[in-house]
């Protein structure tokens, strides 16, 4: 599972509070009821998708309608977004059938005003509860058409061609951020793990095609004046990592953490509340993680000014470093993100730091993900600015 979701950008903002009635009403349910019972009376192998569209097409909008059932009919439907579209989305099904293929699940956003159209797989569901309302037999006139489908033989592709296909329903990133990016701006890309459904033999190549010889990333910070908060801080990645798959943990050799002050971080509430809580939830992390053999240590961004916030966030910074160092056993590698680390400055003794950089570990230069993304937000930025430039008058 991808450990970090962001909000799609097509989803509107206001539509979780968006008043159902101006999304899909019972008026609307009475012309989806009619359009279901004229797609049921001309789906029929063979038949053109004109004509099957043309008998889905709903009455004028200034026509009184009411159909017997309205009601019951649109508890049913009203579970997914868009519930107009079911006939669409059932057309371009069966025209998919006729061509010998499964169909594909499309996410998509038609009308921003409206929100996300319902997946054929979502739709295929709920014709087994609507055919009873609506007198239909959609259920049963596409188990037939799926009937004639040869299934593809995936299992019989070569690895390379199977590692193709997961490449392009889950694209990899070199890390996974247990629930916070290495910067703001970071998206990861989008996933799709129905195919880990299939059977066992595929769902344990996606897994470890998925997981194997990627980069746990996570945020630390550790404030002494108020441990509870910090350990709390540290149980969400600690539950996190509960619930996962111990196979999948079994995967995971490479551990990224940004040290940074406790004040900027965001709280999260218990996810998992059937995760028992644990007194030292850093310790539990490690241990959760049985092939952990190297542990990445990069520096959060430091405040330029005034002097009393960066000489405290870097006294919280060694704490934390200190803290951390004292929970990584002696056997595991130490890197130091070199590029992260502040300079120098004659306004405050620093030496604590560098001394525990000497003291155990070796350093990178400019390859950690923290590093990487942050070069990479820095060159849009610029690339950004650049645009500006060259379109000012």
Not at 242 to 259: C, G, I, K, S, Y
Not at 295 to 320: E, F, H, Y
Request: positive net charge; proline residues 8%; aromatic residues 8%.
């Amino acid at each position: 599972m991808e450990l970090f979701r962001p909000r799609p950008s097509s989803i509107p903002r206001h539509y979780g509070q968006m008043p159902a009635q101006e999304r899909f009403s019972v008026t609307d349910a009475a012309q989806l009821k009619l359009a279901l019972q004229a797609l049921d009376d001309k789906l029929q192998p063979g038949v053109d998708v004109a004509i099957l569209r043309n008998a889905c097409k709903s009455r004028p909008f200034h026509e009184e309608i009411y159909v017997d059932g309205s009601e019951d009919f649109f508890l049913v439907v009203k579970s997914i977004a868009r519930p107009d579209l079911i006939p669409h989305v059932c057309i371009d099904a069966y025209a998919t059938l006729q061509q010998g293929r499964y169909p594909h699940n499309h996410y998509k956003v038609s009308d921003l005003r409206k929100g996300v159209d319902p997946t054929f797989s979502e739709v295929r569901r709920l014709l087994r509860k609507i055919d009873p309302l609506c007198g239909t037999k959609l259920d049963a006139s596409f188990r037939a058409l799926e009937d004639r489908v040869k299934p593809f033989p995936f299992l019989k592709l070569s690895a390379e061609l199977a590692l193709h296909v997961y490449s392009y329903l889950l694209p990899r990133e070199p890390h996974i951020a247990l629930m916070y990016q290495p910067t703001r701006e970071h998206k990861p890309p989008r996933i799709r793990l129905d195919i880990m459904r299939a059977n066992r033999q595929i769902h344990d190549e996606v897994r470890k095609y998925f997981y194997e010889n990627r980069i746990l990333f996570m945020l630390a910070a550790r404030d002494k004046d108020s441990l509870m908060l910090s350990n709390e801080y540290i149980s969400r990645y600690y539950e996190t990592l509960a619930v996962m798959n111990p196979q999948t943990r079994m995967l995971f050799n490479r551990l990224e953490v940004m040290v940074g002050h406790l004040t900027h971080q965001v709280f999260r509430p218990r996810q998992y509340q059937l995760v028992p809580s644990v007194a030292d939830p850093m310790r539990h992390v490690i241990q959760l993680l049985p092939k952990l053999s190297t542990v990445v240590i990069a520096m959060g961004p430091t405040p330029l000014r005034p002097i009393k916030a960066v000489v405290s966030v870097a006294t919280q910074r060694n704490d934390t470093l200190e803290w951390l160092l004292d929970h990584i056993p002696q056997h595991m590698e130490i890197l130091w993100e070199q590029t992260t680390v502040p300079t120098p400055s004659d306004k405050w003794d620093d030496s604590g730091l560098w001394n525990m950089m000497r003291e155990r570990g070796s350093f990178l230069h400019g390859t950690s993900t923290t590093a990487r993304l942050e070069a990479r937000r820095h060159k849009l930025g610029s690339s950004t600015t650049d645009i500006i430039a060259l379109n000012s008058p």
